[in-house]
């Protein structure tokens, strides 16, 4: 392979815009065509994961409960917006944002479990699929007979991924849990969020990240084993993931820290405390004060770098400090934490003025690294990700024009892209029930009257 | 502030327990009173994907070779950790003298570092993403460090890299070029907003940029109305997030060349891309509507009951907001205070778990919880409502954390035991499984450790050339 002498000689900006053009995604080959995902999961760990994997091309069976569909579809910000219809047979409920972000691509089948017919129909499904994954309480599955050790037998290729909360072995074995419990739990609130001193308590990250998270490095580890599967042992797996554990791994330094010194990590507000200055600082304007939206009347804030010595003195010199350069010359003095206490109060009275923008250019004028505080809206009107395709307006096939995250990642040759956000409930029982277990026409109509699916 | 805030001058000392300060609980005691049917099933799990059993087991990704070239910046470590922790060779290539990373430590607080035997000292979030990885130090801004790297690209699976956009494409060891000598090579550039596009990233960008440029920032932390301001995450989370779908996207595209594609690819992935792909329903909703997403502290814009509030010593989280969790957490409130049970229960507003979504509705709910939680501790809290099968659980601090029992048994917290660095407790491996389990072999080098044997090995370097390229500061 080489490249054409048109790619080698155009400049590297047009170079990376021609080889990631999101224009061109589906006119290149999918990595994961022909692998089949089943997924009965429901609310986001185990949902994200199969999505990651309906991403890259995998054909992905969402199975949820008939009629409501999975708990999700019921969960949207202060009940307010819903996409129309939840399904075929109640055009006049919608399915919640909850359900957004962590179902695109995939083919929606609706299956009752607590009927033995049910079970027959997912045995048929297992007997088919490359990967598995599945959320429901560790151990059920493998009562109903449909679990790892059952479908590993019939089909010794298969990836059983398991997520949950606290999984099925241990001493929390039994409880339930959510990724806030991960968060609450595992110590992630213990570190976010400004000291007692200054005001604050333990703190969430907003977004559902035990979950999301969770479910990619499952997303990564199935591809990992599909890997090792195709390439080395021609054997399946059965994988674990549990929600409680995720948490560990992002702190683990934190960890290290405890276990050498007895130190129990705090929190430091919007600081940073292995560098200074690298941190969010209060500007004292709203950069749309005649907005009726409390989110936007809020005064901005801005991120600043300028840990490096020059850094730190072109900071000064331009937020009319020119003593604290003087004070704290070298990263270590300014590190320290009384330091820090000192500094940011200073430089934060440079912005007392400014809105955030103001602010923002102002560092980046003089060379520093800065960033506003964006919220949503902003962050929505940002031509930089919707060209890389990470934030994407599509012409979804059931609810028209939908803005959605897309692929987190780039790939050159074989892109992942997003065909649809989601679909209503039992929407492909028909295609999944004809084409993978050979039921005919009046057989489904016949399970549907059962309400089976 | 007070007179309880520490200085740097007056800090206390602290005793620091051996771990486990409490035993980890053995078998019979996790299982005691479980009859033999039910715990038949925890007992196969725990038999086919305990750690202790991870040596006599395989690596998924065995013999796959990785240049992490990547400096000053978590996300390409973090990327590189889920390789090696599955059993790739992943190389370090740091600058001589070694990552700046390895200097950073809180607060600059010396005595929180690591010490090899050699005497050398490494920050912990650096050594935490060290794990089962080599060292080698080579200049890239020299010539002879470029020709070096050019010579043993075509042994390399995936290179990973963080400079300024287009850089290394400038230095002539960029993708273009590199995929010249080695098609296989899957190229791989991380950072936090992108190398091309109008928002590419600044030289030395790091987290949190790719937090607050993406809306996480301003979304994490309370209301105005309730004290509070948007609020970066404790730890480097779009650096971490973004690292992991790397290596999805990273993986994936190994998985395409040995499948059918037969060759490698560039990959780029940054640390704000990857918590806009997470970050729940924020575009959908400003797409429909034009909201913006508000701070909601830590309460869920979305599910109620689902949020941490407080109690006697700390904070609780409590979630369940479907009818049958609901009424449970009722009922076990309603033990101890029967009146706050029936003001809810009887509440019409409150019967259709989409009703109990508005804010007003959430203010009454929490009200009414935390009336009962308030004189109870997290511990008598979390007993109470797991009698009812509800999820809850106390805010934990790291001394906690490390002390669950549930993480002690399942090794989710273990202690390395290092030839370098000696025993450090750490995170364990997050890939739990039956077949190809990960693992934690060692827990990180010194700088440059391993030039002698990967410069041999790789590049046929003899004793003499090693020599003149560590003379004239390449290596």
Redesign the interface.
């Given at each position: 392979m080489t490249l054409s002498k048109a790619l080698k000689d155009m400049t590297f900006e047009d170079f990376c815009r021609s080889v990631f053009n999101t224009k061109e995604r589906f006119s290149k080959p999918e990595v994961l065509k022909g692998v089949r995902v089943v997924s009965t999961t429901q609310y986001i760990l185990g949902p994200s994961c199969a999505a990651y994997l309906a991403e890259l091309g995998a054909e992905t069976i969402k199975v949820e409960l008939p009629k409501r569909g999975e708990p999700m579809r019921h969960t949207t910000p202060f009940n307010e917006p819903f996409l129309y219809p939840l399904s075929r047979w109640m055009p006049d409920k919608g399915t919640g944002l909850g359900f957004f972000g962590a179902n695109p691509n995939e083919y929606f089948l609706s299956l009752d479990f607590h009927k033995p017919e049910a079970i027959q129909i997912m045995k048929r499904l297992a007997a088919k699929t490359d990967v598995f994954c599945e959320n429901y309480r560790a151990g059920t599955f493998d009562r109903w007979g449909i679990g790892a050790r059952q479908h590993l037998k019939v089909n010794p290729r298969t990836i059983y991924q398991w997520m949950g909360g606290f999984g099925g072995w241990g001493p929390g074995r039994n409880r339930a849990s959510y990724d806030i419990l991960g968060q609450a739990q595992g110590g992630c609130f213990s570190i976010t969020g400004w000291p007692k001193e200054y005001g604050g308590l333990p703190g969430k990250q907003t977004i559902w990240i035990m979950d999301y998270w969770g479910g990619a490095i499952s997303a990564f580890n199935c591809i990992a084993s599909l890997f090792w599967r195709d390439n080395v042992s021609g054997k399946g797996n059965f994988l674990e993931y549990s929600q409680v554990h995720g948490a560990q791994r992002h702190l683990t330094d934190f960890i290290a820290l405890y276990g050498k010194t007895g130190v129990v990590a705090q929190r430091w507000g919007n600081w940073e405390p292995l560098l200074c200055v690298h941190g969010i600082l209060k500007c004292g304007k709203s950069s749309y004060p005649n907005s009726k939206n409390p989110q936007e009347q809020e005064v901005g804030y801005c991120f600043v770098s300028a840990y490096k010595d020059e850094d730190f003195k072109k900071l000064c010199k331009l937020v009319g400090k020119d003593e604290l350069a003087k004070k704290y010359p070298t990263h270590s003095d300014r590190v320290a934490a009384d330091a820090q206490m000192a500094i940011y109060p200073e430089i934060e009275k440079f912005g007392a003025d400014k809105t955030k923008e103001q602010v923002w250019k102002a560092f980046t004028d003089a060379g520093l690294v800065a960033q506003p505080v964006w919220n949503s809206k902003e962050v929505s009107e940002q031509e930089h990700f919707h060209l890389r395709g990470t934030i994407q307006w599509i012409d979804d096939p059931t609810f028209g024009d939908v803005q959605t995250q897309g692929p987190a990642y780039q790939l050159s040759e074989t892109p992942a892209r997003i065909r649809w956000v989601f679909k209503p409930v039992g929407a492909d029982n028909e295609y999944i029930l004809s084409k993978l277990c050979g039921y005919s026409g009046s057989h489904i109509a016949e399970l549907e009257a059962k309400e089976i699916i | 502030?007070?007179d309880?805030?520490r200085?740097?001058?007056k800090r206390p000392t602290?005793?620091?327990?051996p771990?486990p300060a409490i035993p980890t609980?053995t078998v019979d005691e996790?299982y005691a009173g479980v009859d033999e049917k039910k715990k038949e099933?925890?007992?196969?799990?725990?038999s086919?994907?305990r750690q202790q059993f991870n040596a006599d087991k395989?690596e998924?990704?065995?013999g796959i070779r990785i240049l992490d070239c990547t400096a000053n910046q978590q996300i390409g470590h973090w990327c590189s950790s889920?390789f090696s922790e599955?059993g790739a060779e992943v190389i370090m290539v740091e600058p001589p003298g070694g990552d700046p990373m390895r200097t950073?430590?809180?607060?600059?607080r010396e005595?929180?570092m690591?010490t090899a035997k050699s005497g050398e000292k490494c920050?912990?979030?650096f050594?935490?993403e060290a794990r089962n990885k080599f060292s080698i130090t080579l200049d890239l801004e020299k010539e002879e460090g470029r020709a070096l790297l050019k010579k043993i690209i075509s042994q390399v699976d995936i290179l990973i890299e963080n400079a300024a956009?287009?850089h290394f494409?400038?230095l002539g060891i960029?993708y273009?070029q590199l995929?010249?000598i080695n098609?296989g090579l899957v190229y791989l550039w991380v950072g936090e907003?992108?190398?091309?596009?109008?928002?590419?990233d600044?030289p030395?960008?790091?987290d949190?940029?790719g937090q607050?440029?993406?809306?996480?920032?301003?979304?994490?932390?309370?209301p105005?109305s309730f004290?509070g301001?948007?609020?970066?995450?404790?730890?480097w989370?779009a650096d971490?997030?973004?690292g992991?779908?790397?290596?999805?996207?990273t993986?994936?595209?190994?998985?395409?060349r040995?499948?059918?594609?037969g060759?490698g690819?560039?990959?780029?992935?940054?640390a704000a891309?990857?918590?806009?792909?997470?970050?729940?329903?924020?575009?959908?909703?400003?797409?429909?509507?034009?909201?913006?997403?508000?701070?909601?502290?830590?309460w869920?814009?979305?599910?109620n009951i689902?949020?941490?509030n407080?109690c006697k010593d700390g904070?609780?989280?409590v979630?369940g907001?479907?009818d049958r969790l609901w009424f449970r957490i009722w009922r076990a409130c309603g033990k101890a205070k029967p009146y706050l049970e029936q003001h809810i229960c009887e509440d019409p507003k409150l019967r259709v778990?989409?009703?109990r979504?508005?804010?007003y509705i959430q203010v009454e709910t929490y009200t009414t919880l935390v009336e009962w939680m308030k004189d109870l501790t997290r511990y008598e809290c979390e007993t109470a409502l797991?009698e009812e099968?509800?999820?809850?659980?106390?805010?934990?601090?790291?001394?906690?954390?490390?002390e669950?029992?549930?993480?002690k048994?399942?090794g989710?917290?273990e202690?390395v035991d290092d030839l370098n660095y000696g025993?450090?407790?750490?995170?364990?491996?997050?890939?739990?499984?039956?077949?190809?389990p990960?693992r934690i072999k060692w827990i990180g080098r010194t700088v440059g450790q391993d030039n002698e044997d990967i410069f041999r090995r790789l590049a046929g370097l003899d004793r003499e050339g090693l020599a003149s390229l560590k003379k004239g500061g390449v290596i």
């Open positions: - | 502030m007070g309880t805030w200085t740097e001058k602290i005793k620091v327990l771990w609980p996790v099933y925890s007992l196969w799990v725990e086919a994907v395989p998924s990704l065995d889920h599955l950073r430590t809180p607060f600059g005595e929180y690591f920050g912990a979030r050594l935490a956009p287009g494409d400038k960029g273009r995929s010249e098609p907003r992108g190398q091309w596009g109008p928002l590419k600044q030395g960008a790091m949190p940029v607050a440029s993406m809306g996480f920032v301003h979304g994490t932390g309370a105005v004290g301001t948007p609020t970066r995450s404790g730890w989370l971490q997030v973004g992991t779908f790397a290596a999805m996207g993986m994936a595209a190994l998985y395409a040995e499948k059918f594609l060759k690819q560039f990959v780029e992935c940054t891309e990857g918590v806009i792909r997470i970050i729940d329903y924020n575009w959908g909703w400003h797409g429909m509507d034009s909201s913006i997403r508000p701070r909601y502290g830590n869920d814009l979305a599910i689902y949020a941490v407080p904070q609780i989280m979630g907001g479907h778990v989409t009703d979504l508005p804010h797991q099968e509800v999820a809850s659980g106390g805010v934990s601090f790291l001394d906690e954390v490390c669950f029992p549930h993480y048994y399942r989710h917290i202690i025993k450090v407790l750490i995170g364990a491996s997050g890939f739990i499984g039956m077949n190809t990960g």
